[in-house]
């Protein structure tokens, strides 16, 4: 049974960080591309980041380039999201998924096949 599981969302007040963790059970973390997205009321679910299965390739949204951080530990089963100079409008429940391809990642949610159960974050002005 595959599990993922999100943590370290919270309340942090504008230009404050937080880090994410999503801890990956059930399956050969090795072998999937890793991504986040996330979604905020009303609106739809979009990518912020994603990464190769290698860590050695990684995309980030305009939106939060320059400002967050993903990384990848194969031997932990972990990615994590490093969130700096958060802004109100990074409010928003993150997901974390798993996509089974070879290389490369993909900014597609539909691309997915395992999702985690979400953490809010939310910042404050």
């Known amino acids: 049974q595959v599990q993922l599981v999100e943590s370290g969302g919270g309340l942090v007040q504008a230009g404050g960080s937080l880090r994410l963790s999503c801890a990956a059970s059930?399956?050969?973390?090795?072998?999937?591309?890793m991504g986040w997205f996330r979604q905020a009321p009303g609106k739809e679910r979009e990518v912020v980041s994603a990464?190769?299965?290698?860590?050695?390739?990684?995309y980030y949204a305009d939106s939060v380039k320059g400002r967050f951080t993903i990384s990848r530990d194969n031997a932990k089963n972990t990615v994590l999201l490093q969130m700096n100079s958060l802004k109100p409008e990074d409010t928003a429940v993150y997901y974390c998924?798993?996509?089974?391809?070879?290389?490369?990642?993909?900014?597609?949610?539909?691309?997915?096949?395992?999702w985690g159960q979400g953490t809010q974050v939310t910042v404050s002005s």
């Open positions: 990464i190769s299965w290698s860590g050695g390739v990684t």
């Open positions: 059930g399956l050969t973390f090795s072998n999937y591309a």
């Open positions: 998924a798993a996509d089974r391809r070879g290389a490369g990642y993909s900014t597609q949610s539909d691309s997915y096949d395992y």
